[in-house]
């Protein structure tokens, strides 16, 4: 039987999902975590020797359009509609900060 999930586990997960998570949702994300991989551990009983692996259930096609030029808008517009810019710039929230990398 697999090792019990520790609370500093969930924590390590939570932190790399980037999730603020107090100790009462830590707790219950523990044992929601435990059900999934619980659930995923299952499958590793089925018997699938037999079956063919698969990219995707169903078979798929790609339907590209033609490409035609249409209209756009220019560059003040779209600085116009953005919240925040320093020409000719959009500004957008840092996403990767060196701490956690």
Same mark, same amino acid.
């Given at each position: 039987m697999p090792e019990?999930?520790?609370?500093?586990?969930?924590? %390590? @997960?939570?932190? /790399?999902?980037? *999730?603020? +998570?107090? =100790?009462?949702?830590?707790?219950?994300?523990?044992?929601?975590?435990?059900?999934?991989?619980? %659930? @995923?551990?299952? /499958?590793?009983? *089925?018997? +699938?020797? =037999?079956?063919?692996?698969?990219?995707h259930p169903t078979q798929l096609f790609n339907h590209l359009d033609e490409d035609v030029v249409g209209p756009s808008l220019s560059v003040e517009q779209i600085l116009d509609l953005a919240p925040v810019t320093e020409a000719p710039y959009i500004v957008v929230p840092k996403v990767i900060d060196n701490e956690s990398a």
């Open positions: 019990p999930l520790s609370l500093d586990t969930v924590r %390590h @997960v939570a932190h /790399l999902a980037r *999730l603020k +998570l107090d =100790d009462d949702q830590l707790e219950d994300c523990r044992s929601q975590l435990a059900m999934v991989l619980d %659930h @995923v551990g299952r /499958l590793n009983d *089925l018997d +699938l020797k =037999d079956v063919e692996p698969l990219a």
